[in-house]
Protein backbone atom coordinates (compact mmCIF):
# COMPACT_ATOMS: atom_id res chain seq x y z
CA UNK A 1 0.00 0.00 0.00
CA UNK A 2 2.48 2.45 1.23
CA UNK A 3 4.75 1.29 -2.07
CA UNK A 4 1.80 2.40 -4.17
CA UNK A 5 1.04 5.31 -2.63
CA UNK A 6 4.65 6.25 -3.15
CA UNK A 7 4.73 5.77 -6.75
CA UNK A 8 1.34 7.83 -7.27
CA UNK A 9 3.76 10.63 -5.46
CA UNK A 10 6.50 9.67 -7.67
CA UNK A 11 3.97 9.66 -11.01
CA UNK A 12 2.32 12.94 -9.98
CA UNK A 13 5.37 14.78 -9.82
CA UNK A 14 6.79 13.38 -13.45
CA UNK A 15 3.35 14.62 -14.71
CA UNK A 16 4.44 17.67 -13.36
CA UNK A 17 7.49 18.11 -14.82
CA UNK A 18 6.51 17.26 -18.20
CA UNK A 19 3.97 19.74 -18.02
CA UNK A 20 7.01 22.07 -17.06
CA UNK A 21 8.87 21.03 -19.83
CA UNK A 22 6.05 21.53 -22.37
CA UNK A 23 5.60 25.03 -21.19
CA UNK A 24 9.67 25.97 -21.94
CA UNK A 25 8.84 24.12 -25.23
CA UNK A 26 6.30 26.33 -26.06
CA UNK A 27 8.14 29.69 -24.70
CA UNK A 28 11.13 28.14 -26.43
CA UNK A 29 8.55 27.96 -30.24
CA UNK A 30 8.18 31.64 -29.78
CA UNK A 31 11.96 32.86 -29.33
CA UNK A 32 12.92 31.13 -32.55
CA UNK A 33 13.80 33.55 -35.32
CA UNK A 34 10.74 34.04 -37.40
CA UNK A 35 6.95 34.33 -36.27
CA UNK A 36 5.82 31.07 -34.67
CA UNK A 37 3.80 30.63 -37.88
CA UNK A 38 7.02 30.23 -39.40
CA UNK A 39 7.99 28.01 -37.42
CA UNK A 40 5.62 25.72 -37.32
CA UNK A 41 5.46 25.10 -40.92
CA UNK A 42 9.31 24.77 -40.89
CA UNK A 43 10.02 27.35 -43.11
CA UNK A 44 9.41 25.15 -45.90
CA UNK A 45 5.29 26.98 -46.56
CA UNK A 46 6.95 30.42 -45.81
CA UNK A 47 6.11 31.35 -49.15
CA UNK A 48 2.39 30.18 -48.88
CA UNK A 49 1.10 33.42 -47.16
CA UNK A 50 -2.96 31.39 -47.36
CA UNK A 51 -1.20 28.77 -45.65
CA UNK A 52 0.62 30.43 -43.13
CA UNK A 53 -2.73 32.40 -42.02
CA UNK A 54 -4.43 29.45 -41.59
CA UNK A 55 -1.82 28.09 -39.12
CA UNK A 56 -2.40 31.65 -37.43
CA UNK A 57 -5.84 30.93 -37.20
CA UNK A 58 -5.73 26.94 -36.46
CA UNK A 59 -3.51 27.86 -33.21
CA UNK A 60 -4.91 31.18 -32.44
CA UNK A 61 -1.43 32.86 -33.14
CA UNK A 62 -3.26 35.89 -32.82
CA UNK A 63 -4.62 35.63 -29.63
CA UNK A 64 -2.96 35.98 -26.33
CA UNK A 65 -0.22 34.14 -25.27
CA UNK A 66 -2.06 31.98 -22.09
CA UNK A 67 -4.56 31.24 -24.48
CA UNK A 68 -2.28 29.79 -27.16
CA UNK A 69 -0.56 28.37 -24.43
CA UNK A 70 -3.62 26.33 -23.58
CA UNK A 71 -3.53 25.44 -27.09
CA UNK A 72 -0.79 24.25 -27.40
CA UNK A 73 -0.87 22.06 -23.86
CA UNK A 74 -4.70 20.74 -25.39
CA UNK A 75 -2.94 19.45 -28.87
CA UNK A 76 0.13 17.58 -27.02
CA UNK A 77 -2.64 16.23 -24.34
CA UNK A 78 -4.34 14.98 -27.86
CA UNK A 79 -0.85 13.56 -29.04
CA UNK A 80 -0.91 15.71 -31.78
CA UNK A 81 2.71 17.17 -32.00
CA UNK A 82 2.35 19.16 -35.29
CA UNK A 83 3.43 18.56 -38.90
CA UNK A 84 7.03 18.51 -40.50
CA UNK A 85 6.29 20.14 -43.57
CA UNK A 86 10.22 19.28 -44.45
CA UNK A 87 9.39 15.64 -43.66
CA UNK A 88 6.19 15.60 -44.73
CA UNK A 89 4.60 12.96 -41.87
CA UNK A 90 3.39 14.73 -38.13
CA UNK A 91 6.11 15.04 -35.88
CA UNK A 92 4.70 11.85 -33.70
CA UNK A 93 4.80 9.64 -36.57
CA UNK A 94 8.41 10.83 -37.29
CA UNK A 95 9.87 9.91 -33.60
CA UNK A 96 7.21 6.34 -33.58
CA UNK A 97 9.58 5.26 -36.62
CA UNK A 98 12.76 6.16 -35.01
CA UNK A 99 12.31 5.28 -31.10
CA UNK A 100 13.37 1.85 -31.23
CA UNK A 101 16.26 1.82 -33.07
CA UNK A 102 17.30 5.02 -30.18
CA UNK A 103 16.11 2.50 -27.39
CA UNK A 104 18.02 -0.49 -28.90
CA UNK A 105 21.32 1.93 -29.10
CA UNK A 106 20.83 3.04 -25.60
CA UNK A 107 19.70 0.38 -23.66
CA UNK A 108 22.72 -1.49 -25.40
CA UNK A 109 25.09 1.27 -24.30
CA UNK A 110 23.58 1.33 -20.82
CA UNK A 111 23.96 -2.64 -20.29
CA UNK A 112 27.27 -2.39 -21.68
CA UNK A 113 29.03 0.64 -19.53
CA UNK A 114 26.95 -0.67 -16.17
CA UNK A 115 28.47 -4.38 -16.70
CA UNK A 116 32.16 -3.09 -17.30
CA UNK A 117 32.01 0.11 -15.27
CA UNK A 118 31.53 -2.29 -12.04
CA UNK A 119 33.83 -4.73 -13.18
CA UNK A 120 36.95 -2.21 -14.04
CA UNK A 121 36.01 -0.38 -10.83
CA UNK A 122 35.67 -3.49 -8.90
CA UNK A 123 39.30 -4.43 -9.80
CA UNK A 124 40.39 -0.99 -9.35
CA UNK A 125 39.42 -0.57 -5.96
CA UNK A 126 40.69 -4.25 -4.94
CA UNK A 127 44.30 -3.09 -6.67
CA UNK A 128 44.05 0.30 -5.43
CA UNK A 129 47.73 0.22 -3.87
CA UNK A 130 48.96 -1.58 -7.16
CA UNK A 131 49.83 -0.35 -10.51
CA UNK A 132 47.41 -2.40 -12.26
CA UNK A 133 44.63 -0.24 -10.42
CA UNK A 134 46.07 2.98 -11.29
CA UNK A 135 46.26 1.46 -14.62
CA UNK A 136 42.71 1.75 -15.08
CA UNK A 137 41.74 4.66 -13.62
CA UNK A 138 44.42 6.22 -16.15
CA UNK A 139 42.10 4.54 -18.54
CA UNK A 140 38.86 5.82 -17.32
CA UNK A 141 40.40 9.26 -17.13
CA UNK A 142 41.25 8.62 -20.65
CA UNK A 143 37.99 7.96 -22.00
CA UNK A 144 36.25 10.26 -19.41
CA UNK A 145 38.18 13.31 -21.01
CA UNK A 146 37.15 11.93 -24.92
CA UNK A 147 35.07 13.81 -27.33
CA UNK A 148 31.87 11.14 -27.93
CA UNK A 149 31.81 11.85 -31.05
CA UNK A 150 35.54 11.62 -31.99
CA UNK A 151 35.68 8.14 -30.41
CA UNK A 152 33.28 7.06 -32.28
CA UNK A 153 34.72 8.48 -35.77
CA UNK A 154 38.54 6.59 -34.44
CA UNK A 155 36.21 3.65 -33.73
CA UNK A 156 35.02 3.82 -37.93
CA UNK A 157 38.81 4.75 -38.62
CA UNK A 158 40.41 1.45 -37.04
CA UNK A 159 37.40 -1.09 -36.75
CA UNK A 160 35.83 -0.63 -40.50
CA UNK A 161 38.41 1.66 -42.61
CA UNK A 162 41.66 -0.44 -41.30
CA UNK A 163 40.31 -3.52 -40.24
CA UNK A 164 37.47 -4.05 -42.04
CA UNK A 165 35.77 -6.20 -38.98
CA UNK A 166 32.75 -4.37 -38.75
CA UNK A 167 30.48 -2.21 -40.73
CA UNK A 168 30.91 1.81 -40.69
CA UNK A 169 27.36 2.87 -40.48
CA UNK A 170 23.76 2.08 -40.58
CA UNK A 171 21.15 0.22 -38.55
CA UNK A 172 21.57 -2.79 -41.53
CA UNK A 173 23.38 -3.90 -44.54
CA UNK A 174 21.88 -1.72 -47.60
CA UNK A 175 20.29 -4.16 -50.09
CA UNK A 176 20.55 -7.38 -48.26
CA UNK A 177 17.22 -8.83 -47.32
CA UNK A 178 18.06 -10.92 -44.60
CA UNK A 179 15.16 -12.32 -42.35
CA UNK A 180 15.44 -14.66 -38.74
CA UNK A 181 18.70 -15.25 -37.12
CA UNK A 182 20.80 -13.64 -39.99
CA UNK A 183 19.01 -10.50 -39.72
CA UNK A 184 19.04 -10.44 -36.11
CA UNK A 185 23.22 -10.76 -36.18
CA UNK A 186 23.22 -7.92 -39.07
CA UNK A 187 21.97 -5.60 -36.89
CA UNK A 188 23.85 -6.71 -33.65
CA UNK A 189 26.66 -6.39 -36.21
CA UNK A 190 26.11 -2.91 -36.92
CA UNK A 191 25.23 -1.85 -32.81
CA UNK A 192 28.29 -3.15 -31.84
CA UNK A 193 30.71 0.21 -32.45
CA UNK A 194 27.76 3.00 -32.01
CA UNK A 195 26.96 1.46 -28.70
CA UNK A 196 31.03 0.70 -27.20
CA UNK A 197 31.57 4.09 -28.25
CA UNK A 198 28.40 5.68 -26.83
CA UNK A 199 28.83 3.60 -23.52
CA UNK A 200 32.90 4.22 -23.29
CA UNK A 201 32.56 7.77 -21.65
CA UNK A 202 29.65 6.36 -19.46
CA UNK A 203 31.38 3.39 -18.19
CA UNK A 204 34.71 5.46 -17.48
CA UNK A 205 32.20 7.51 -15.17
CA UNK A 206 30.92 4.32 -13.30
CA UNK A 207 34.07 2.87 -12.88
CA UNK A 208 35.14 6.00 -11.01
CA UNK A 209 31.87 5.90 -8.83
CA UNK A 210 32.13 1.90 -8.15
CA UNK A 211 35.98 2.59 -6.75
CA UNK A 212 34.79 5.65 -4.87
CA UNK A 213 31.80 3.84 -3.39
CA UNK A 214 33.69 0.61 -2.53
CA UNK A 215 36.60 2.48 -1.28
CA UNK A 216 34.23 4.04 1.44
CA UNK A 217 32.53 0.93 2.01
CA UNK A 218 35.64 -0.86 2.88
CA UNK A 219 36.79 1.95 5.63
CA UNK A 220 33.27 0.87 7.65
CA UNK A 221 33.06 -0.95 10.71
CA UNK A 222 31.52 -4.36 9.78
CA UNK A 223 34.45 -4.81 7.20
CA UNK A 224 36.55 -5.05 10.08
CA UNK A 225 35.07 -7.17 11.81
CA UNK A 226 34.35 -9.34 8.69
CA UNK A 227 38.49 -9.62 8.24
CA UNK A 228 38.68 -10.11 12.18
CA UNK A 229 36.75 -13.03 11.59
CA UNK A 230 39.38 -14.39 9.75
CA UNK A 231 37.15 -14.44 6.29
CA UNK A 232 39.05 -14.44 2.83
CA UNK A 233 39.39 -11.24 1.49
CA UNK A 234 37.82 -12.42 -1.75
CA UNK A 235 35.08 -12.82 0.06
CA UNK A 236 35.00 -9.61 2.13
CA UNK A 237 35.29 -7.86 -1.17
CA UNK A 238 32.70 -9.77 -3.33
CA UNK A 239 30.09 -10.20 0.20
CA UNK A 240 30.49 -7.24 1.83
CA UNK A 241 31.98 -4.62 0.39
CA UNK A 242 30.54 -5.14 -3.29
CA UNK A 243 27.19 -5.68 -2.17
CA UNK A 244 26.78 -2.39 0.15
CA UNK A 245 28.73 -0.34 -2.55
CA UNK A 246 26.09 -1.01 -5.58
CA UNK A 247 23.16 -0.11 -4.44
CA UNK A 248 24.46 3.80 -4.63
CA UNK A 249 25.86 3.02 -7.62
CA UNK A 250 22.75 1.73 -9.25
CA UNK A 251 20.97 4.79 -8.27
CA UNK A 252 23.23 7.40 -9.94
CA UNK A 253 24.15 5.26 -12.81
CA UNK A 254 20.29 5.37 -13.71
CA UNK A 255 20.04 9.38 -13.04
CA UNK A 256 23.14 9.32 -15.60
CA UNK A 257 21.70 7.24 -17.99
CA UNK A 258 19.55 9.39 -18.86
CA UNK A 259 22.05 11.95 -20.21
CA UNK A 260 22.70 9.10 -22.94
CA UNK A 261 19.89 9.81 -24.88
CA UNK A 262 21.78 13.30 -25.17
CA UNK A 263 24.98 11.63 -26.27
CA UNK A 264 23.08 9.26 -28.62
CA UNK A 265 22.79 12.84 -30.95
CA UNK A 266 26.47 12.79 -31.74
CA UNK A 267 26.85 9.07 -31.85
CA UNK A 268 23.51 8.71 -34.24
CA UNK A 269 25.43 11.18 -36.04
CA UNK A 270 28.32 9.42 -36.71
CA UNK A 271 27.17 6.13 -37.48
CA UNK A 272 24.16 7.27 -39.49
CA UNK A 273 22.02 5.26 -36.89
CA UNK A 274 18.34 5.99 -37.84
CA UNK A 275 17.53 7.03 -34.29
CA UNK A 276 15.90 10.25 -32.82
CA UNK A 277 19.14 11.51 -32.65
CA UNK A 278 20.14 11.33 -36.10
CA UNK A 279 16.62 12.73 -36.33
CA UNK A 280 17.25 15.93 -34.15
CA UNK A 281 20.27 16.16 -36.47
CA UNK A 282 18.21 16.16 -39.52
CA UNK A 283 15.67 18.87 -38.62
CA UNK A 284 18.87 21.21 -37.04
CA UNK A 285 20.50 20.45 -40.38
CA UNK A 286 16.77 21.41 -42.19
CA UNK A 287 16.30 24.47 -39.54
CA UNK A 288 13.04 22.55 -38.84
CA UNK A 289 12.24 24.08 -35.18
CA UNK A 290 8.94 22.07 -34.65
CA UNK A 291 10.49 18.64 -35.35
CA UNK A 292 13.28 19.75 -33.42
CA UNK A 293 11.18 20.76 -30.04
CA UNK A 294 9.30 17.68 -30.71
CA UNK A 295 11.99 15.68 -30.31
CA UNK A 296 13.01 17.90 -27.33
CA UNK A 297 9.82 16.39 -25.70
CA UNK A 298 10.74 13.15 -26.37
CA UNK A 299 14.27 12.78 -25.29
CA UNK A 300 12.72 14.60 -21.99
CA UNK A 301 10.37 11.76 -21.68
CA UNK A 302 12.40 8.86 -21.94
CA UNK A 303 14.66 10.83 -19.27
CA UNK A 304 12.21 11.15 -16.84
CA UNK A 305 10.35 7.44 -17.53
CA UNK A 306 14.26 5.70 -17.01
CA UNK A 307 14.26 7.76 -13.73
CA UNK A 308 10.88 6.74 -12.41
CA UNK A 309 12.45 2.94 -13.23
CA UNK A 310 15.43 3.53 -11.40
CA UNK A 311 13.74 4.83 -8.16
CA UNK A 312 11.23 1.51 -8.24
CA UNK A 313 14.12 -0.19 -8.85
CA UNK A 314 15.73 0.77 -6.15
CA UNK A 315 12.84 1.18 -3.90
CA UNK A 316 12.52 -2.61 -4.55
CA UNK A 317 15.94 -3.69 -4.08
CA UNK A 318 17.12 -1.73 -0.90
CA UNK A 319 13.58 -2.28 1.51
CA UNK A 320 15.55 0.02 4.26
CA UNK A 321 14.67 2.89 1.93
CA UNK A 322 11.59 3.99 3.45
CA UNK A 323 10.83 7.68 1.75
CA UNK A 324 12.45 10.88 2.06
CA UNK A 325 11.78 11.45 -1.27
CA UNK B 1 53.43 34.03 1.26
CA UNK B 2 51.50 32.96 4.43
CA UNK B 3 52.23 29.45 5.42
CA UNK B 4 48.27 27.90 3.96
CA UNK B 5 49.25 29.03 0.95
CA UNK B 6 52.62 27.34 0.75
CA UNK B 7 51.90 23.93 2.28
CA UNK B 8 48.95 24.28 -0.36
CA UNK B 9 51.29 24.48 -3.22
CA UNK B 10 53.61 22.19 -1.85
CA UNK B 11 50.97 19.68 -1.80
CA UNK B 12 50.10 20.70 -5.04
CA UNK B 13 53.49 20.39 -6.77
CA UNK B 14 54.13 16.92 -5.32
CA UNK B 15 50.68 15.72 -7.61
CA UNK B 16 52.46 14.65 -10.64
CA UNK B 17 49.37 14.05 -12.54
CA UNK B 18 48.50 17.62 -11.90
CA UNK B 19 51.43 19.30 -12.99
CA UNK B 20 51.33 17.31 -16.32
CA UNK B 21 47.52 18.81 -16.85
CA UNK B 22 49.14 22.23 -15.73
CA UNK B 23 52.31 22.10 -18.42
CA UNK B 24 49.71 21.03 -21.15
CA UNK B 25 47.61 23.60 -20.30
CA UNK B 26 50.15 26.52 -20.29
CA UNK B 27 51.65 24.66 -23.86
CA UNK B 28 47.79 25.43 -24.87
CA UNK B 29 47.09 28.84 -24.02
CA UNK B 30 50.55 29.48 -25.12
CA UNK B 31 49.11 28.85 -28.44
CA UNK B 32 45.84 30.21 -27.93
CA UNK B 33 47.36 33.54 -26.85
CA UNK B 34 49.90 33.60 -29.92
CA UNK B 35 47.31 32.53 -32.56
CA UNK B 36 47.17 35.92 -33.91
CA UNK B 37 50.96 36.48 -34.04
CA UNK B 38 51.64 33.16 -35.57
CA UNK B 39 48.87 33.29 -37.96
CA UNK B 40 47.51 36.81 -38.32
CA UNK B 41 45.49 36.09 -41.22
CA UNK B 42 42.04 34.65 -40.85
CA UNK B 43 42.39 30.77 -40.26
CA UNK B 44 39.37 30.63 -42.66
CA UNK B 45 41.33 31.16 -45.83
CA UNK B 46 42.51 29.43 -48.33
CA UNK B 47 45.83 29.05 -48.43
CA UNK B 48 47.27 25.28 -50.66
CA UNK B 49 45.95 23.16 -52.33
CA UNK B 50 43.74 20.89 -50.57
CA UNK B 51 44.29 18.28 -48.21
CA UNK B 52 47.69 18.46 -47.98
CA UNK B 53 48.76 15.42 -45.47
CA UNK B 54 51.01 16.76 -42.46
CA UNK B 55 54.74 17.45 -43.84
CA UNK B 56 54.00 17.36 -47.26
CA UNK B 57 54.70 21.10 -48.20
CA UNK B 58 56.85 23.33 -45.94
CA UNK B 59 55.66 26.03 -43.91
CA UNK B 60 52.01 23.66 -43.41
CA UNK B 61 53.38 21.01 -40.70
CA UNK B 62 49.88 19.67 -39.97
CA UNK B 63 48.85 19.83 -44.05
CA UNK B 64 45.49 21.82 -45.33
CA UNK B 65 41.92 20.80 -44.57
CA UNK B 66 39.61 19.70 -47.22
CA UNK B 67 39.38 23.18 -48.85
CA UNK B 68 42.65 24.40 -48.51
CA UNK B 69 42.87 25.65 -44.96
CA UNK B 70 45.59 25.52 -42.84
CA UNK B 71 45.05 23.28 -40.53
CA UNK B 72 47.91 24.28 -37.79
CA UNK B 73 46.06 28.00 -38.21
CA UNK B 74 42.86 26.54 -37.28
CA UNK B 75 44.08 25.00 -34.70
CA UNK B 76 45.97 27.79 -32.86
CA UNK B 77 42.76 29.71 -33.55
CA UNK B 78 40.73 26.90 -32.48
CA UNK B 79 42.54 26.80 -28.58
CA UNK B 80 41.29 30.37 -27.99
CA UNK B 81 37.85 29.54 -28.81
CA UNK B 82 37.79 26.66 -26.80
CA UNK B 83 39.46 28.08 -23.60
CA UNK B 84 37.90 31.23 -24.26
CA UNK B 85 33.86 30.11 -24.37
CA UNK B 86 35.18 27.09 -21.62
CA UNK B 87 36.31 29.61 -18.65
CA UNK B 88 33.47 32.59 -19.56
CA UNK B 89 30.34 29.92 -19.84
CA UNK B 90 31.62 28.12 -16.38
CA UNK B 91 31.95 31.94 -15.09
CA UNK B 92 28.29 32.00 -15.91
CA UNK B 93 27.46 28.91 -14.60
CA UNK B 94 28.82 29.85 -11.24
CA UNK B 95 26.85 33.66 -11.50
CA UNK B 96 24.12 31.11 -11.43
CA UNK B 97 24.46 28.20 -9.59
CA UNK B 98 26.51 30.04 -6.24
CA UNK B 99 23.50 32.49 -5.24
CA UNK B 100 21.27 30.06 -6.10
CA UNK B 101 22.68 27.38 -3.99
CA UNK B 102 24.06 30.32 -1.08
CA UNK B 103 19.98 31.38 -0.70
CA UNK B 104 18.77 27.77 -0.35
CA UNK B 105 20.93 26.71 2.11
CA UNK B 106 21.61 29.45 4.09
CA UNK B 107 17.38 30.46 4.59
CA UNK B 108 16.10 26.88 4.01
CA UNK B 109 12.75 26.34 4.14
CA UNK B 110 10.01 27.16 1.39
CA UNK B 111 13.11 29.12 -0.74
CA UNK B 112 15.24 25.94 -0.52
CA UNK B 113 12.24 24.27 -1.68
CA UNK B 114 11.29 26.04 -4.59
CA UNK B 115 14.83 26.97 -5.76
CA UNK B 116 15.51 23.40 -5.42
CA UNK B 117 12.65 22.05 -7.23
CA UNK B 118 13.88 24.06 -9.88
CA UNK B 119 17.48 22.48 -9.61
CA UNK B 120 16.13 19.53 -10.02
CA UNK B 121 13.56 20.60 -13.14
CA UNK B 122 17.12 21.36 -14.91
CA UNK B 123 18.85 18.53 -13.79
CA UNK B 124 15.77 16.36 -15.22
CA UNK B 125 16.16 17.60 -18.64
CA UNK B 126 18.71 16.47 -20.82
CA UNK B 127 21.70 18.53 -20.67
CA UNK B 128 23.34 17.85 -23.99
CA UNK B 129 20.01 18.05 -25.66
CA UNK B 130 18.86 21.13 -24.20
CA UNK B 131 21.93 22.91 -25.05
CA UNK B 132 21.32 21.67 -28.88
CA UNK B 133 17.34 23.21 -28.56
CA UNK B 134 18.76 26.52 -27.29
CA UNK B 135 21.89 27.27 -29.50
CA UNK B 136 19.48 26.75 -32.67
CA UNK B 137 16.55 28.58 -31.28
CA UNK B 138 18.67 31.62 -29.88
CA UNK B 139 20.92 31.53 -33.21
CA UNK B 140 24.22 29.73 -33.01
CA UNK B 141 27.23 32.80 -31.63
CA UNK B 142 29.70 32.64 -29.73
CA UNK B 143 27.11 34.30 -26.69
CA UNK B 144 24.31 31.78 -27.42
CA UNK B 145 26.93 28.92 -26.88
CA UNK B 146 27.90 30.57 -24.03
CA UNK B 147 24.34 30.59 -22.38
CA UNK B 148 23.15 27.23 -23.35
CA UNK B 149 26.52 25.63 -21.93
CA UNK B 150 25.94 27.64 -18.69
CA UNK B 151 21.99 26.71 -18.67
CA UNK B 152 22.88 23.01 -18.70
CA UNK B 153 26.15 23.10 -16.30
CA UNK B 154 24.57 25.47 -12.49
CA UNK B 155 22.93 22.76 -11.30
CA UNK B 156 25.53 20.92 -9.80
CA UNK B 157 27.40 24.44 -8.72
CA UNK B 158 23.90 25.07 -6.70
CA UNK B 159 23.37 21.68 -5.19
CA UNK B 160 27.31 21.77 -3.32
CA UNK B 161 26.77 24.94 -2.47
CA UNK B 162 23.93 24.61 -0.93
CA UNK B 163 25.61 21.75 0.91
CA UNK B 164 28.12 23.94 2.18
CA UNK B 165 25.90 26.67 3.50
CA UNK B 166 23.88 24.06 5.40
CA UNK B 167 26.83 22.74 7.40
CA UNK B 168 28.61 25.95 7.42
CA UNK B 169 25.61 28.13 8.83
CA UNK B 170 25.25 26.08 11.76
CA UNK B 171 28.91 27.17 12.81
CA UNK B 172 30.14 29.46 15.62
CA UNK B 173 31.05 32.12 13.96
CA UNK B 174 28.07 32.40 11.75
CA UNK B 175 26.07 32.30 14.91
CA UNK B 176 28.33 35.08 16.46
CA UNK B 177 28.22 37.48 13.25
CA UNK B 178 24.07 37.04 13.98
CA UNK B 179 24.54 37.96 17.46
CA UNK B 180 26.75 41.05 16.97
CA UNK B 181 23.62 42.26 14.28
CA UNK B 182 25.39 41.73 10.65
CA UNK B 183 23.18 41.46 7.94
CA UNK B 184 22.39 38.97 6.15
CA UNK B 185 24.07 39.37 3.18
CA UNK B 186 27.05 40.42 4.73
CA UNK B 187 27.01 36.65 6.73
CA UNK B 188 26.61 35.16 3.20
CA UNK B 189 29.11 37.02 1.11
CA UNK B 190 32.08 37.74 3.70
CA UNK B 191 31.18 34.74 6.54
CA UNK B 192 30.11 31.91 4.83
CA UNK B 193 31.19 31.83 1.38
CA UNK B 194 35.20 32.46 1.44
CA UNK B 195 34.76 29.30 3.57
CA UNK B 196 32.91 27.53 1.15
CA UNK B 197 35.65 28.41 -1.84
CA UNK B 198 37.50 25.86 -2.08
CA UNK B 199 35.09 23.08 -3.20
CA UNK B 200 33.97 25.51 -5.87
CA UNK B 201 36.95 26.01 -7.09
CA UNK B 202 37.80 22.00 -7.76
CA UNK B 203 33.80 22.17 -9.47
CA UNK B 204 34.87 25.12 -11.17
CA UNK B 205 37.91 23.53 -12.92
CA UNK B 206 36.05 20.61 -14.01
CA UNK B 207 33.49 22.40 -15.21
CA UNK B 208 35.88 24.90 -17.74
CA UNK B 209 36.78 20.73 -18.87
CA UNK B 210 32.98 19.94 -19.58
CA UNK B 211 32.27 23.15 -20.75
CA UNK B 212 35.05 22.52 -23.41
CA UNK B 213 33.61 19.18 -24.88
CA UNK B 214 30.13 20.69 -24.52
CA UNK B 215 31.25 23.56 -26.98
CA UNK B 216 33.00 21.04 -29.34
CA UNK B 217 30.15 18.96 -29.55
CA UNK B 218 27.93 21.99 -30.38
CA UNK B 219 30.25 23.11 -33.12
CA UNK B 220 30.82 19.22 -34.22
CA UNK B 221 26.81 19.20 -35.07
CA UNK B 222 27.04 22.61 -37.00
CA UNK B 223 26.52 24.81 -34.12
CA UNK B 224 29.85 26.70 -33.67
CA UNK B 225 29.82 30.43 -34.08
CA UNK B 226 29.99 30.66 -37.88
CA UNK B 227 32.04 33.53 -37.35
CA UNK B 228 34.98 31.19 -35.12
CA UNK B 229 37.47 28.61 -36.14
CA UNK B 230 36.77 25.87 -33.48
CA UNK B 231 38.00 22.57 -33.09
CA UNK B 232 34.52 20.82 -32.84
CA UNK B 233 33.92 22.46 -36.40
CA UNK B 234 37.22 20.98 -37.59
CA UNK B 235 36.26 17.59 -36.85
CA UNK B 236 33.21 17.71 -38.10
CA UNK B 237 34.17 19.41 -41.32
CA UNK B 238 36.46 16.12 -41.65
CA UNK B 239 34.00 13.73 -40.83
CA UNK B 240 33.15 12.92 -44.40
CA UNK B 241 36.48 12.61 -45.61
CA UNK B 242 37.53 10.41 -43.01
CA UNK B 243 38.84 7.83 -45.29
CA UNK B 244 40.91 9.83 -47.61
CA UNK B 245 42.58 12.00 -44.65
CA UNK B 246 42.05 10.26 -41.44
CA UNK B 247 44.57 13.39 -39.91
CA UNK B 248 42.03 16.01 -40.44
CA UNK B 249 39.84 14.57 -37.56
CA UNK B 250 42.29 12.92 -35.78
CA UNK B 251 44.88 16.20 -35.14
CA UNK B 252 41.93 18.59 -33.57
CA UNK B 253 40.39 15.32 -31.41
CA UNK B 254 43.92 15.21 -30.20
CA UNK B 255 43.77 18.84 -28.99
CA UNK B 256 40.94 18.41 -27.31
CA UNK B 257 41.29 15.25 -25.56
CA UNK B 258 44.76 16.88 -24.09
CA UNK B 259 42.98 20.18 -22.81
CA UNK B 260 40.17 18.35 -21.12
CA UNK B 261 42.40 15.86 -19.76
CA UNK B 262 44.93 18.23 -18.72
CA UNK B 263 41.80 20.12 -16.67
CA UNK B 264 40.65 17.14 -15.23
CA UNK B 265 44.14 16.34 -13.60
CA UNK B 266 44.82 19.66 -12.75
CA UNK B 267 41.01 19.69 -10.84
CA UNK B 268 42.34 16.35 -9.31
CA UNK B 269 45.21 17.78 -8.27
CA UNK B 270 43.15 20.99 -6.49
CA UNK B 271 41.00 18.66 -4.91
CA UNK B 272 43.69 16.81 -2.64
CA UNK B 273 45.54 19.79 -2.29
CA UNK B 274 42.52 22.22 -0.88
CA UNK B 275 41.33 19.17 1.19
CA UNK B 276 44.05 17.20 2.16
CA UNK B 277 42.38 15.57 5.32
CA UNK B 278 40.11 14.13 2.84
CA UNK B 279 42.82 12.98 0.23
CA UNK B 280 41.12 10.16 -1.69
CA UNK B 281 42.67 6.59 -0.25
CA UNK B 282 45.80 6.39 -2.86
CA UNK B 283 48.58 4.77 -1.81
Given at each position: ????????????????????????????????????????AGEAGATDEQFLEDLRERFGLDKPLPIQLMHYLGGVLTL????SYRQQMPVLDLVMDRLPATLLLTGSAFAVSLLFGILAGTMAAMRAKRPSGSIIMGLSLLFYATPLYWVAMMAVLVFSVFLGWLPAYGYTTVGAQYTGLAYLWDVAQHLILPATTLGLFFMAVYTRMTRASMLSVSQQDFVKTAHAKGLAPGVIQ??????????????????????????????????????????MYESLMQRDYNLLLGIFFFCALLVIIFNLLTDLVYRLADPRIKEAA | MNPMTTSFMARFAQNRG???????????????????????ESPWRMVQRPFLAPGEVAGFPLGTDTMGRDVAAGLAHGAWVSLLIGLVSTAVALSIGVPLGALAGYFGGRVDDVLMRLTEFFQTIPNFALAIVLVAILEPSTSSIVLAIAVVSWPPVARLVRGEFLSLKRREYVEAALLVGQRHRDIIIKQILPNALSPIIVLASLMVATAILLESSLSFLGLGDPDTMSWGYMIGAARTVMRQAWWLSVIPGVAILLTVLALNLVGEGLDDALNPQLARPRQ
Open positions: MRYLSLIGARLAKSVLVLLAILVLNFFLIHMAPGDPATVMDFGYRRHILRNALLPIITLAGLQAGQMVGGAVLTETVFAWPGIGRL | AMVGLLILALVLLLAVCAPLLYP
